[in-house]
């Protein structure tokens, strides 16, 4: 089944070659002069940003774009054009007069499909993805991607979107070396650095994202203003007591994998740990268990950042040993890092590059590098938990396979193309090594109330930020998002 899907994209992308009406993610290479005149060409595409992101599991996906009107549709297609069906969106209105409208497209098998929307007067490009039912499959892991808007670089957001292409471009190709292709994205945190519109905006302009699903997570300059919460449609989003205005936990399935995908800006322990739990519980026949959240936690790159850094192990730890988390995908430092297998706070197996762990009695904690804020400063520090690191101005993308019974870490830099971390984590039982421990009946109580009562304090600072921006924010949104 597998290589005949991988016949029918090759079938595909060779009519989008003949034809130029569809776009695909397997031919959206560009230079910088092919970039640029793509942007300027296409003004209205752009500035709906359509972006897909994943469903609950692979038989859904949802769909996204700006819109004048608040409903629309998306039409999915068979590989052979036909029409499979329509699929109504729902809409947000934004603060900026107009809506972003999501719908789920739902139903779907094994098989290439092809997509398009319509809202009002606007009708978008034909966009090509791919169902692949088997559990193994290939992500492509980023973070801090920071499309920014600069008042001294009017071309800033689009240069910035390109250095984006070209990196999911490499990873493409990487993946392609081995037979295998790019079948989601994902992001911890900081997709923007002022969390406007524009920056979402020039953030879709890929066309990669149209067709492979991007999900992301909140990073602390997402928060630096409200359109992050307009952006995003996303499955089995948290109902939390205190969460962010911008957003909240979500969960979905791929392969035999649970994403738990988190706001680590929120420091509501007690919501999280519920979050965690009844994903879980929701998937109790899943393997593995992965974690997308912003901040780095073991790194100890910026000592600056210890105390925060401090306070949240003392919530994420606990939640990742008591649920048995596998790997930890984070960001926010800017530095590049694989932890040692951590467990209660300490390292209890040592990792280090090109190794692997067998059934790991603990959460392996991964921080990639910025696409466009690479950090490089060799006087910064280390922490002792970290088994492997690597400095470097280059952009790093990382390539992760998730297999049956592995998952299989690999990092490169884009200018020299370089291989510069390997991992394996492999679990021979569906529990691996995982001890599940939970902490002395106190802590959780403790903790929890501690943290809400931060985290209530911060959305306090957030709301006040946002009003001076001008938004008018429901004083109670704005407290408990």
């Known amino acids: ?273 519920r979050f965690v739990k009844e994903a879980v519980e929701a998937n109790p026949d899943v393997k593995w268990r992965v974690a997308v959240f912003h901040h780095d936690l073991y790194s100890a790159r910026i000592e600056s950042r210890e105390s925060e850094n401090a306070m949240l192990r003392m919530m994420w730890a606990p939640i990742a040993d008591e649920f048995g988390l596998d790997l930890c995908l984070l960001g926010h430092s800017h530095y590049y890092t694989i932890s040692n297998v951590m467990y209660n706070n300490e390292t209890v197996t040592a990792t280090e590059n090109g190794g692997k762990v067998t059934n790991a009695e603990g959460t392996v904690y991964m921080v990639s590098g910025s696409i466009n804020n690479p950090r490089n400063d060799e006087s910064v520090g280390l922490s002792d938990n970290i088994g492997h690191d690597y400095l470097t101005e280059e952009k790093i993308y990382n390539l992760i396979d998730f297999n049956e019974d592995s998952i299989v870490i690999n990092s490169y830099t884009l200018e020299s193309d370089k291989n510069i971390g390997n991992l394996t984590i492999e679990k021979t039982t569906d529990e691996g090594g995982h001890v599940y421990k939970t902490p002395a009946k106190w802590y959780y109580p403790l903790v929890e109330a501690i943290s809400f009562i931060v985290g209530f304090f911060n959305n306090i600072g957030r709301y006040y930020d946002n009003t001076q921006l001008g938004f008018d924010i429901p004083l109670f949104e704005g407290l408990f998002g």
């Open 1 to 273: 089944m597998k290589r005949l899907i991988r016949t029918l994209s090759f079938v595909m992308v060779f009519a989008i070659l003949i034809t130029g009406n569809v776009f695909s993610s397997n031919a959206q290479s560009f230079t910088q002069d092919a970039w640029n005149a793509y942007y300027a060409a296409s003004g209205e595409i752009i500035d709906a940003a359509v972006m897909m992101t994943p469903g609950s599991n692979e038989t859904e996906r949802y769909v996204s774009w700006y819109s004048d009107v608040d409903s629309g549709k998306v039409t999915l297609l068979n590989a052979v054009g036909g029409t499979v069906g329509t699929f109504d969106a729902t809409a947000k209105a934004t603060p900026q007069g107009d809506y972003r409208l999501g719908a789920v497209i739902s139903g779907l098998k094994a098989g290439v499909y092809s997509y398009y929307c319509e809202s009002g007067n606007f009708k978008s490009g034909i966009y090509a993805f791919t169902v692949d039912g088997n559990k193994s499959f290939t992500a492509m892991y980023t973070t801090d991607i920071h499309i920014a808007k600069s008042d001294e670089d009017e071309y800033s957001i689009r240069d910035r979107a390109y250095n984006f292409n070209t990196v999911i471009t490499a990873a493409s190709v990487k993946a392609a070396l081995k037979g295998n292709t790019v079948d989601l994205i994902l992001s911890a945190g900081d997709q923007a650095s002022d969390g406007l519109r524009d920056e979402y905006v020039g953030l879709c302009s890929t066309p990669y994202i149209k067709s492979i699903p991007f999900a992301t997570t909140i990073g602390n300059h997402d928060r630096k203003c409200v359109d992050y919460r307009f952006f995003t449609f996303q499955p089995n989003a948290a109902d939390m007591i205190l969460k962010s205005y911008v957003g909240t936990d979500y969960w979905f399935v791929k392969g035999d994998v649970l994403f738990l995908m988190m706001d680590s800006n929120n420091i509501s322990m007690g919501d999280h740990r």
